[in-house]
């Protein structure tokens, strides 16, 4: 049976996690964010530094907050993906979770397409695409840097587009009208070069996923090709998989 003081204790960290979850819930700490340091954490609560980290254990169970020995606690960034066996854009995906998308165009120009591109994209080599490079984020937080390469015979006009906040995919449908149906994807685990680190906000070396795809029409007809570098704590991929039967 418990003690009057266990009790005691037991209801002040109850009280301490209600209070410490209703301040992540009404975005006190938004996500990304560090929380004071423990001592003055507990002050503010009015709590011993015990009973604060019981609580601030209980939220990390829940995953509503990280640890790091050596810079205390913090709050998870939204995790942003697709859901499962759904194709979406980056736009698309934000506007799902109630976020808004921003684009910042870092490079944006006609040019002929590589043996490799022409390969996947299923034209003759040198054919004219469209080659666009943009930094991606969601409620100002930079996100992706998304390098695409699209037939331009497919999307005539596309070319005289300021594409720096909108969907390539809703522009290209509507520019060709055709119905971008399903992607060829793959993601690997890398590590982020100087220049992407930069763009990302993250230190140099830090992990970052890549996504490479190449995007198909309804009927079979190969639109763009494209290269995602994701954030690692910001991203993640989901899919169904299936066995045969």
């Known amino acids: 049976m418990a003690t009057a003081r266990e009790t005691d204790i037991g209801a002040a960290v109850s009280e301490t996690y209600r209070k410490l979850n209703e301040s992540l819930r009404r975005g006190v700490f938004p996500p990304g964010s560090r929380l004071p340091g423990e001592r003055d954490l507990a002050a503010s609560v009015g709590v011993s530094r015990s009973t604060l980290r019981q609580a601030l254990g209980r939220l990390a169970e829940e995953g509503q907050l990280d640890r790091s020995s050596q810079r205390g606690w913090f709050v998870p960034r939204q995790m942003v993906g697709e859901p499962p066996s759904t194709l979406q854009s980056f736009s698309e995906m934000a506007r799902a979770r109630g976020l808004a998308p921003q684009s910042k165009i870092l490079l944006q120009r006609v040019r002929p397409a590589t043996f490799d591109e022409a390969q996947r994209l299923r034209v003759a080599p040198a054919a004219r695409v469209l080659e666009l490079r943009r930094l991606r984020s969601m409620d100002a937080v930079p996100i992706c840097v998304d390098t695409s390469v699209i037939v331009l015979a497919l999307a005539p006009g596309l070319a005289d587009l300021d594409m720096t906040d909108l969907s390539l995919y809703e522009t290209v449908e509507r520019l060709s009208q055709i119905r971008i149906a399903r992607s060829s994807y793959t993601v690997r685990a890398d590590a982020s070069d100087e220049a992407t680190a930069a763009l990302l ?45």
């Open 201 to 245: 906000e993250i230190q140099p070396g830090a992990p970052i996923l890549i996504g490479e795809e190449t995007t198909y029409s309804d009927d079979g007809t190969a639109v763009l090709t494209g290269t995602m570098s994701y954030r690692a704590d910001a991203y993640r991929f989901e899919a169904d998989l299936f066995r045969p039967l």
